[in-house]
């Protein structure tokens, strides 16, 4: 299972900080992405790390403003997103998928999936 939260209302320019925790036990190589969908629009890859942390992918409308961390493979995954503009507003959902790949960025590329957290940017 996957929890993600830290969602909310943020103005323009601001920061926020989502975090996803798994449970449950997919294996301990599972890696760990971050999509978003806004209303209207399809789901969106945002960023993904890998079971250690040392592999990162971004998509190309956060590289620069998000990072993607976790500590180890069963340590929270966060999702630091600073200078947040309107079109960032979506909900966001955490995805897991058994092993880590620099190509895997589409939501069928994810085999488990969590809730997600509503983020509004207001101007």
């Known amino acids: 299972q996957l929890q993600a939260s830290g969602g909310g209302l943020v103005q323009a320019g601001g920061s926020l900080t989502l975090s996803c925790v798994a449970s449950g036990g997919t294996g301990s190589t599972y890696a760990i992405g971050w999509f978003r969908q806004a209303p209207g629009k399809e789901r969106e890859f945002v960023a993904a790390?890998?079971?250690?942390?040392?592999?990162?992918k971004y998509g190309d409308s956060v590289k620069g403003r998000f990072t993607i961390s976790r500590g180890s493979a069963w340590s929270p995954v966060y999702l630091q997103m600073n200078s947040l503009n309107l079109e960032d507003t979506a909900t966001y959902y955490c995805?897991?998928?058994?092993?880590?790949?620099?190509?895997?960025?589409?939501?069928?590329?994810?085999?488990?999936w969590g809730q997600g957290t509503q983020v509004t940017v207001s101007s």
């Open positions: 995805a897991a998928r058994n092993y880590w790949s620099r190509y895997a960025v589409t939501p069928a590329s994810f085999e488990w």
């Open positions: 790390v890998s079971w250690s942390g040392n592999s990162t």
